[in-house]
């Protein structure tokens, strides 16, 4: 509020303190002091400011409620009755132009005084409560100063006169129930203004807008809105399957039911995924990815392309990301043997410039775990959209993916493991080929059993999955 409208509201209320009838009214048999009801409240400020009728003297009346300068005696409220409820004017101490700013320790000392009181007549609230508490853990390195001001106000509020105890609980208390710290009230200017006043047009800011008009009819960026709405309205019907909120679960799911099938068939390794998370893969590659089992089928497809190099290195550098700080140094230097170096067993195909880039990086001490850790982020991103754009789609084509798709839709009670249900399928498919009869002298081998499609690596000996866990916690467990 601006410093002008402030001093307004003080010369009115000056002008109602030497102009109030204040006297001692009857409330239910308890005396209150120094009041004067609504009615008389608003007939008075309607004299003062010459308004044309009693609604406009609500109005003001109201107003200065709202800004602290008089306050309800009986019962909280934010609207001025115009009938005989008592009102009382509120101490010049505790007017907004003189009270600007309320501190913590101000509103503790406060609380605090009121606990050494009577608990029957000056018991704190329930939303007092909360702040003293607050306080105690804010304010509690410099508690034994805000005790030792409590105690000394108290002493001092003591010497007062009945009367006039009274009245200034009354207004101490309705000052902080409008100005308690840390709750919004009348006093605070709004961030519109505030924008407004910083954003005043001139012939620059005109200027500015013109040119930006001007751009916006070359770039036309509702088309690029529109787009994008587009895209986002595709990508949320893509997921909906997937989202448990959107589509039930099945089976149950274990958090409102004590079925922990959910939990066992979607298990980090276990043998034979679900159809819906086989098709999942097929959305993006960082479905794939994000999959532990798709990682594996998706090394198992870049071995038969002889590029399985791209994906370790893509998970080494997932594990290096977030290794802890004693152990950045060796498994960069881990990644470096294996994936950079030259003549290294797994070397990856990353142009001259990111490979120098990466090791300009390896070598700066400057910050060691720092730079070392995110050193390969660029080598990262490349291998990654080559696997995005060149591996992806031939591995969403490839029958390895098919295969693995039809190990998650295959009915009946015996479900094989997806390795080996690619490599029965590769054998059923060769037994239906023309084979070479078979002499004494023959020795059987590997090659003559397998599809020129499926690579010898499509065994269920390669790269062996951990077996899944074989216990599980029920939901009613975890609520224990």
């Not at 015996?414 to 239906?432: A, D, E, T």
Request: with cysteine; glycine share 4%; net charge positive.
């Amino acid at each position: 509020m601006s410093a002008a409208t402030l001093k307004k509201l003080d010369a009115l209320a000056l002008k109602i303190a030497e102009a109030a009838p204040l006297k001692t009214h009857k409330y239910f048999r308890i005396a209150v002091p120094q009041a004067l009801t609504g009615q008389t409240l608003v007939q008075l400020i309607q004299e003062l400011t010459h308004a044309d009728d009693a609604a406009e003297g609500l109005h003001l009346a109201t107003l200065l409620l709202h800004y602290g300068y008089i306050f309800p005696v009986i019962e909280h409220a934010t609207l001025v009755k115009d009938d005989n409820t008592l009102y009382r004017l509120q101490l010049p101490y505790f007017w907004p132009s003189h009270a600007t700013q309320t501190d913590n320790v101000e509103y503790a000392i406060y609380l605090n005084k009121r606990l050494m009181r009577n608990e029957l007549k000056h018991g704190l609230e329930e939303d007092e409560v909360q702040a003293y508490n607050k306080l105690v853990e804010l304010l509690g390195h410099m508690w034994g100063f805000i005790t030792v001001q409590a105690e000394m106000q108290l002493k001092l509020q003591k010497e007062r006169k009945k009367t006039e105890k009274v009245v200034f609980d009354s207004e101490e208390r309705a000052f902080w129930r409008l100005r308690r710290p840390g709750t919004p009230n009348c006093l605070e200017q709004p961030h519109q203004k505030l924008e407004k006043k910083l954003r005043k047009c001139n012939a620059n800011g005109y200027r500015q807008e013109v040119e930006r008009l001007k751009l916006s009819l070359k770039t036309k960026p509702w088309l690029k809105a529109l787009k994008a709405s587009e895209t986002m309205v595709s990508w949320c019907s893509q997921f909906h399957d997937y989202d448990a909120f959107m589509t039930p679960s099945t089976p149950a799911n274990p958090w409102t039911s004590d079925d922990v099938s959910l939990w066992v068939i979607n298990t980090d390794l276990v043998e034979v995924p679900t159809e819906k998370r086989v098709r999942r893969w097929a959305i993006n590659v960082v479905e794939l990815t994000r999959d532990p089992i798709g990682r594996q089928v998706l090394e198992t497809f870049l071995e038969s392309e002889f590029s399985s190099e791209n994906i370790r290195f893509w998970m080494a550098i997932q594990d290096l990301k977030f290794a802890p700080n004693c152990q950045i140094e060796h498994k960069a230097q881990r990644v470096h043997d294996e994936f950079l170096a030259s003549g290294a067993p797994c070397q990856i195909n990353i142009d001259s410039r990111t490979l120098d880039h990466t090791l300009a990086l390896l070598k700066d001490d400057s910050d060691a775990a720092g730079a070392k850790r995110f050193a390969f982020s660029l080598a990262e991103e490349n291998v990654f959209t080559l696997m995005s754009k060149d591996s992806y789609p031939r591995f969403i084509r490839s029958q390895i993916y098919k295969g693995v798709l039809s190990a998650a839709q295959q009915q009946g009670t015996k479900r094989l493991g997806w390795r080996n249900f690619i490599f029965n399928m590769g054998m059923g498919m060769s037994n239906m080929q023309k084979r070479t009869p078979l002499t004494s002298k023959h020795k059987m081998s590997r090659d003559d059993n397998s599809h020129s499609s499926l690579p010898k690596q499509l065994s269920s000996d390669s790269l062996p999955l951990k077996q899944p866990p074989q216990s599980f916690i029920s939901p009613s467990q975890v609520k224990k």
